[in-house]
């Protein structure tokens, strides 16, 4: 399996970020929800929705970060 080159165009870049800001408020959207629908609570909604939009970027590069160093899966090994 070989990962496909990068397109570091600006034009992919853009629809990268107008991608991963969408879904970002799509799943606070979402998660404030849920917890706005469990406990009947604004508050408890939004502030859900704030730790969110905090934690998940955190959670997402602390996971690349640990793929990358122990898993490997998907990488091409450089020829040494």
């Not at 399996?1 to 800001?21: F, G, M, N």
């Not at 629908?37 to 996971?63: C, D, N, R, V, W």
């Amino acid at each position: 399996y070989e990962i496909p080159k990068r397109d570091w165009s600006s034009d992919v870049c853009s629809s990268d970020l107008a991608k991963t800001i969408s879904y970002r408020i799509l799943s606070s959207g979402i998660g404030f929800l849920g917890v706005f629908f469990m406990t009947g609570s604004l508050k408890a909604g939004t502030l859900f929705s704030i730790a969110e939009i905090i934690y998940k970027p955190l959670q997402y590069y602390i996971h690349e970060r640990v793929w990358y160093r122990y898993i490997k899966y998907g990488l091409k090994e450089e020829n040494k």
